[in-house]
Nanobody
């Protein structure tokens, strides 16, 4: 099986920066597309950014120019660099990945979430 573990969340002031990491572990043959989602209090979960296996990124309009998604395939890790943070970025952030296991099964996997709070 495959697990995703997020880290890097916390409390930051408006205008500050955080870098989220999400590391995949387990019986991994390869990681395909990866992404970050977030869910703010009282809101639906929304897509923040995705990145393909060959590094092509995509972003929701509200974070373009501020957030950068990247990945290190050798470490099975995806990152989300968040700059110029705003209070409306406050949410629980979840990473997501499509994984091929060593038993050649495709799995859609979610992390446990990491809380990002942007407040003075």
């Amino acid at each position: 099986q495959v697990q995703l573990v997020e880290s890097g969340g916390g409390l930051v002031q408006p205008g500050g920066s955080l870098r989220l990491s999400c590391a995949a572990s387990g019986s991994i043959f390869s990681i395909n597309a990866m992404g970050w989602y977030r869910q703010a209090p009282g809101k639906q979960r929304e897509l923040v950014a995705t990145i393909t296996s060959d590094g092509n990124p995509n972003y929701v309009d509200s974070v373009k120019g501020r957030f950068t998604i990247s990945r290190d395939n050798a470490k099975n890790t995806v990152y989300l660099q968040m700059n110029s943070l705003k209070p409306e970025d406050t949410a629980v952030y979840y990473c997501n990945a499509g994984a091929m296991t060593t038993r050649f099964r495709y799995l859609e996997v979610w992390g446990q979430g990491t809380l990002v709070t942007v407040s003075s």
